[in-house]
């Protein structure tokens, strides 16, 4: 999935723990592709396998080590669960829209329901199809939907507070 539907699950997210900065949860969100990114760099991931940064093994180890780190610093339980989830999301999401996300070290151990390759999307054969406008389309309504949650939850604090 691109940026845009992780980054719903940051926003709406927010919500279940308003004490954490809104940019930790879009941090967050995003964690899985930022280290794939640098492992990308380094060498350690590939353009056509990344199981360091995407394989189901390590979006758990990735998600609990977010939650920990939180609870480290928060020393709130509820706040690490609630990072360590919106990491997991990450995966959750891949598995959905791709049909070859790994799950251990082995190549030949993928999985993924392939959402975008059944209307037509890919990321190396970028060009506006159909395929490619309803995968933005979906990504946008997520976004959307994401920040409508987090503005909600953004006015019933404000109300909270002025009667307060």
Do not use: C
């Not at 699950?9 to 930022?34: C, E, H, M, R």
């Not at 060498?43 to 093994?57: K, M, Q, V």
């Not at 989830?85 to 999985?111: A, E, G, Y």
């Not at 409508?148 to 307060?164: D, G, M, P």
Request: hydrophobic share 55%.
């Amino acid at each position: 999935m691109s940026p845009t539907g992780h980054l719903a699950i940051g926003f709406t997210a927010k919500k279940y723990a308003p004490q954490i900065p809104l940019v930790i949860f879009l941090i967050a969100a995003y964690l899985i592709d930022l280290l794939y990114f640098i492992f990308l760099a380094l060498g350690i991931d590939t353009l056509d396998f990344d199981p360091w940064s995407h394989s189901l093994f390590m979006a758990i180890i990735w998600s609990i080590s977010a939650g920990l780190i939180t609870l480290l610093f928060s020393k709130k339980l509820r706040l690490g669960l609630v990072i360590g989830l919106v990491v997991l999301s990450h995966w959750i999401l891949d598995i959905i829209v791709w049909n070859n996300v790994p799950v251990f070290f082995d190549k030949t151990h993928r999985v993924g329901f392939g959402l975008y390759n059944k209307i037509g999307f890919s990321l190396t054969g970028m060009e506006l199809n159909s395929g490619t406008i309803i995968a933005t389309s979906i990504e946008l309504t997520m976004l959307i939907i994401g920040i409508a949650i987090y503005i909600l939850y953004l006015r019933k604090e404000r109300r909270a507070k002025s009667t307060a």
